[in-house]
C-alpha cells in the first residue's frame, strides 16, 4: 500500500483514512513541499532528456525487474 493523500477539513473523518486497514500510521502536512537541489532537478532533467533520445527501458523490462525483486 502506497502513500495516501487526504485532504481534511479539520472536523469529519475523511473517506481516505476511513478506508485504511486498522493498523499504525505516520501524518504530516505536506502544504510546503521542499524544493529541489540542484543535483536533484539536474538529476530529473538528465532523466527526460534521456527518455526524450530513446534511452528508456521498455515498462515491461522494468515490471519484470521489479517482479524479480520482490520474490527474492
Known amino acids: 500500500m502506497g502513500p495516501k493523500v ?4 479539520g472536523r469529519r473523518i475523511p473517506e481516505e483514512l476511513q478506508k485504511l486497514p486498522p493498523g499504525r500510521y505516520t501524518i504530516e502536512p505536506i502544504d510546503q513541499l521542499p524544493t529541489l537541489t540542484q543535483a ?7 532523466g527526460l532528456d534521456a ?3 530513446g534511452k528508456g527501458v521498455p515498462l515491461s523490462d522494468v515490471i519484470r525487474e521489479i517482479r524479480r525483486g520482490s520474490s527474492r
Open 40 to 46: 536533484e532537478e539536474a538529476g530529473i532533467l538528465a
Open 51 to 53: 527518455l526524450d533520445a
Open 6 to 9: 487526504i485532504h481534511w477539513d
